[in-house]
């Protein structure tokens, strides 16, 4: 009688699968909350570098604009002027073009009429049409990478780094003169002819360019007293004052500012340092332009940046004392600081 092998049994045996052992529903939770919790963790450190690279290239711009202010001055042997008088606004920034690789487009522009249409009645029409065209282009090294590149709704290219126009208190004794674009003890204002040579306060002491964010395009009261992104409007050639200022007391609200690169005026090309960095208080200017009492404002964390004449660039505070911010908007204040 033959009796069965082991190996005839091991044939013969039933096999039974074996199935792998799933995830219960608890597991499963545990596992999205801890993806949960290290996305939470990241994503703030994600943000913060994607700033700090923001941070960066604007603080390339204001160094490119600065450095192209250099050479300008070595041309020219003054600082381009902030403008050369209504209808012919051009910006400081236009007139930097052929020193920021922008060669092309200044040949577009004809410095002898006005830049914009809306400037140009009773002027060659084509030559006016053509500078409208060209201030219609976006100029990446102009815009804060941190903000926008035009202002919604408008066709221009923007403009994020204005030109100092100084302290904004032009006259102690008058202050009725507060803000005045054609009396500024800046490096920039209407007709101005500066050069190293009236920078008495030093290069490494003085402001050349500052930040500014672009208008939300919206003309009218903001919402929640957020006043970062309109501007307050007071008819024609009023003067700007703090009392007339005063968001209970303005007649109109501008979201327009830094609207147009190629245009010299307060509100687009220029700033003063009347406020502190991002202050609360809301920018003001007037119908003409040629008042305004504003400040440095940007979406950087604590404060914004700024170029100095030397060429370096500088994070200020929001927190810096306004004397010292002041002091650093003129050219031959003779205050004692220890600088920014």
């Known amino acids: ?106 040949d577009l522009l004809v410095y002898e009429v006005p830049p914009l249409a809306a400037f140009g009645a009773g002027y060659n029409t084509t030559q006016v049409t053509q500078n409208d065209t060209a201030a219609k282009q976006q100029l990446p090294f102009m815009t804060c990478p941190s903000d926008g590149e035009s202002v919604p709704g408008s066709d221009y290219g923007g403009i994020s ?34 050069g190293f040579r009236d920078v008495i306060d030093g290069t490494s002491h003085t402001i050349a360019f500052g930040e500014q964010l672009l208008g939300d395009g919206q003309n009218s009261l903001p919402a929640n007293n957020d006043f970062r992104r309109r501007v307050v409007e007071l008819a024609t050639s009023t003067q700007t004052t703090p009392a007339a200022c005063a968001p209970g007391s303005a007649p109109a609200w501008s979201g327009q500012r830094g609207a147009k690169w190629v245009n010299g005026h307060l509100a687009d090309s220029m700033f003063n340092l009347y406020y502190t960095p991002n202050s609360k208080d809301p920018d003001c200017h007037n119908g003409y332009h040629n008042f305004a009492l504003v400040s440095a404002r940007s979406n950087h964390p604590g404060g914004v940046q700024t170029s100095l004449i030397d ?6 505070g929001e927190t810096i004392d306004l004397t010292v911010w002041r002091s650093a908007g003129t050219r031959a204040g003779g205050e004692v600081t220890q600088g920014l």
């Open 1 to 106: 009688m033959n009796l069965p092998t082991q190996n005839s049994l091991e044939s013969h045996r039933v096999r039974v699968p074996r199935w792998s052992r799933g995830f219960t529903l608890v597991e499963l939770l545990v596992v999205i909350a801890i993806i949960g919790i290290l996305v939470g963790l990241l994503l703030p450190a994600v943000q913060a570098a994607r700033e700090a690279a923001r941070r960066m290239q604007c603080s390339n711009n204001l160094k490119q604009m600065t450095l192209a202010l250099h050479n300008y001055e070595s041309t020219h042997r003054v600082f381009p002027p902030g403008s050369l008088g209504y209808p012919f606004v051009w910006s400081p920034q236009s007139q930097l073009l052929p020193f920021v690789e922008q060669g092309s487009l200044k």
């Open 161 to 194: 780094y204005p030109g100092s126009a100084g302290s904004g208190i032009n006259n102690v004794a008058d202050a009725t003169d507060d803000g005045s674009i054609s009396n500024s003890d800046g490096i920039f204002f209407t007709k101005s002819k500066i």
């Open 311 to 316: 060429g370096s660039v500088r994070f200020v």
